[in-house]
């Protein structure tokens, strides 16, 4: 499981489009967001660096 911190994150549109993202790399992926908290809790067998360019590539880099 990942824990991201996605400060670009604001409103049920980022929601759906990381969400999409994420699903785009592994469909089957458990993808889990707290937009209140910025975050996202992501099960994928993907390493992180895959999820990290695919939140990249969406335009919701995570925080370091």
């Known amino acids: ?10 409103c049920g549109h980022c929601v759906a489009a990381i969400t999409e993202a994420l699903k ?9 967001i ?5 975050t ?11 999820l990290v360019a695919a939140l990249t590539e969406a335009g919701y880099p995570p925080a370091p």
């Open 1 to 10: 499981m990942y824990r991201f911190t996605l400060p670009d994150m604001s």
């Open 24 to 32: 785009a790399k592994d469909t089957q992926a458990r993808v889990e």
């Open 34 to 38: 707290d937009r209140d908290a910025r």
């Open 40 to 50: 996202a809790e992501v099960d994928s067998t993907l390493p992180r660096e895959a």
